[in-house]
Nanobody, 119 residues
Framework: QVQLVESGGGLVQAGGSLRLSCVAS????????MGWYRRAPGKQRELVAR???????IYGDSVKGRFTISRDNAKNTVYLQINSLKPEDAAVYFC?????????????WGQGTQVTVSS
């Protein structure tokens, strides 16, 4: 079973930046579509950004122009660069690979990394 480990979160002032990392223990991310998701208190988990094996990216409307997803296949790692942080970006951030079947994911969710934004 692939294990996902997210890191890089923290407490940041509004307008600041963070870079989140997601390392997969195995199961080569280079051949997968990988996504970053977030879950804010009292809300459902939502897609933030996604990158295909070919490098095509899509972003949620609320993060376009501020977030950038990228991958380092040699390190089996996916990154999320977050700029111009807003209080509404505060959430636990997760990564995973969509299975393409009914919104399910390929792997078990990791613990995520907490992003807290102070105004």
């Amino acid at each position: 079973q692939v294990q996902l480990v997210e890191s890089g979160g923290g407490l940041v002032q509004a307008g600041g930046s963070l870079r989140l990392s997601c390392v997969a223990s195995s199961g080569s991310v280079s051949i997968r579509t990988m996504g970053w998701y977030r879950r804010a208190p009292g809300k459902q988990r939502e897609l933030v950004a996604r990158i295909t094996s070919g490098g095509e990216t899509i972003y949620g409307d609320s993060v376009k122009g501020r977030f950038t997803i990228s991958r380092d296949n040699a390190k089996n790692t996916v990154y999320l660069q977050i700029n111009s942080l807003k209080p509404e970006d505060a959430a636990v951030y997760f990564c995973n690979s969509p299975s393409g079947i009914g919104g399910t994911m390929l792997w078990k969710w990791g613990q995520g990394t907490q992003v807290t934004v102070s105004s």
